[in-house]
């Protein structure tokens, strides 16, 4: 009997053992790729500079430092975010975090009745990946009109036509219209859902006009989109029914289930499809817990470079050969404007910044 029990005790060590090399393993190795092209102190120069790594400046390092002649700096005010923010579940944890930087609007006078000085909390992630990291994963293509007004308002080159490439990368596939009639564009967004497997009403319309063929199944996509299966959910059904009856009478509405960046249960955001992939890339350096205080300006006329300030509060100087890249999010790109003196100019002169020249030169400033 003693003999039996020590062997069980032999064997269950074995096995804790075994199980924390595993986990030690999978540990370093996830440790090692998610640090991999970190660095603690940047280089004098860089081609790029990318300010701040969220959903957007993750996109912009993994597609410039594709090229591997250029030399791209992305500098982010966070660190990384805690595995919470990959379980889908946990999001709300996460706001008032030190990874959020939970800014909260000034009291309101027609909304946010009920709440504390009838001010809102407005929550913006804080690290690597951004708001992508803790938002709420739905996800949507905007119609037609979105881009029509986007275009409208000076954002040249940015139409649907001009990004159906990238949308199709991301997306993994790529299709091509084969009726040059305005309707091609008006069900591209439908057609992009439907080959991600997703389903709206005029996506089950376009099947049937065949405006479009898929000419070839790329590799795996960027970005995983899933759909909420309502299953035998008998409301779900009911749901889904009233929004394509709803549908018919008003055109420019489209209904779908909810799409979302999940994958295999865990988040996925443009740092897990763009900026981890990349992150070996000798050019291509990452720099955290930075934060950038302005862009400097030869006499407020050329970008040279931008002025940061890391944890250890040491201000430094980094040059930029060819562009600076400001994706700091809604609320932060117009600050760091600010700071660097482009703004309204009664607004920079009551906190004492001077206007740079580039800001002389807008209209209305
Ligand atoms: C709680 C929440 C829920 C949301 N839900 C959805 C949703 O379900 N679907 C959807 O489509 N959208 C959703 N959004 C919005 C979406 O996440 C954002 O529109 C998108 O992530 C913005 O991308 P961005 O690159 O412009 O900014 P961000 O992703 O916010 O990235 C900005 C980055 O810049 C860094 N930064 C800021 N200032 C500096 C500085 N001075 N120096 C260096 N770095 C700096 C920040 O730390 C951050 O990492 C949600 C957002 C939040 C906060």
Redesign the pocket.
């Known amino acids: 009997m003693p003999y039996l029990l020590q062997k069980q005790a032999l064997y269950i060590m074995m096995l804790a053992l075994m199980g924390g090399v595993i986990l030690g393993l999978v540990a370093w190795s996830s440790w090692t790729s998610a640090h991999h092209g970190i660095i603690k102190t940047p280089e004098a120069h860089y081609d790029y500079i990318i300010?701040?790594?969220?959903?957007?400046?993750?996109?912009l390092a993994a597609r410039l430092s594709a090229n591997p002649r250029h030399n791209v700096l992305l500098?982010?005010?966070?660190e990384h975010f805690s595995w919470l923010s990959s379980v889908p579940l946990a999001?709300?944890m996460?706001?008032g975090s030190a990874q959020?930087?939970a800014y909260r609007t000034k009291p309101q006078v027609h909304s946010s009745w009920g709440l504390n000085n009838q001010s809102s909390a407005?929550?913006?992630?804080?690290?690597?990946?951004?708001?992508?990291?803790?938002?709420?994963?739905?996800?949507?293509i905007g119609s037609e009109e979105d881009f029509v007004r986007w275009e409208g308002s000076g954002a040249i080159g940015w139409g649907l036509r001009q990004l159906q490439p990238y949308i199709s990368k991301m997306l993994g596939t790529e299709h091509k219209c084969i009726k040059q009639k305005p309707y091609c564009l008006r069900s591209y967004q439908n057609l992009l859902m439907s080959a991600a497997g997703l389903y709206t009403t005029h996506s089950a319309h376009l099947k049937s006009h065949r405006s479009f063929v898929r000419v070839k199944a790329s590799v795996q996509p960027l970005m995983h989109i899933s759909h909420v299966d309502v299953g035998n959910s008998v409301l779900g059904k009911v749901f889904i029914e009233a929004g394509h009856e709803l549908a018919v009478t008003f055109k420019n509405l489209s209904f779908s289930t909810a799409h979302?960046?999940v994958f295999k249960g865990r988040r996925w955001?443009?740092l897990d499809g763009y900026l981890r992939p990349a992150l070996g890339r000798r050019n291509l350096h990452v720099l955290l817990k930075?934060?950038?205080?302005r862009v400097v300006t030869d006499n407020g006329r050329v970008v040279q470079g931008v002025e940061?300030r890391s944890s250890g509060d040491f201000t430094k100087f980094v040059r930029s050969r060819q562009e600076v890249m400001l994706?700091?999010?809604?609320?932060?790109?117009p600050?760091?404007l600010l700071q660097s003196g482009v703004g309204p100019r009664a607004h920079l002169q009551k906190h004492g910044v001077s206007l740079s020249a580039t800001a002389l030169s807008i209209p209305g400033l």
């Open positions: 300010v701040g790594g969220g959903t957007a400046g993750c996109v500098v982010e005010a966070g999001t709300p996460l706001q959020d930087w407005c929550p913006r992630g804080r690290g690597l990946g951004g708001s992508g990291k803790m938002n709420y994963m739905l996800h949507n979302s960046t955001s443009s930075t934060q950038v205080t940061l994706s700091a999010g809604t609320i932060n790109t600050h760091i």
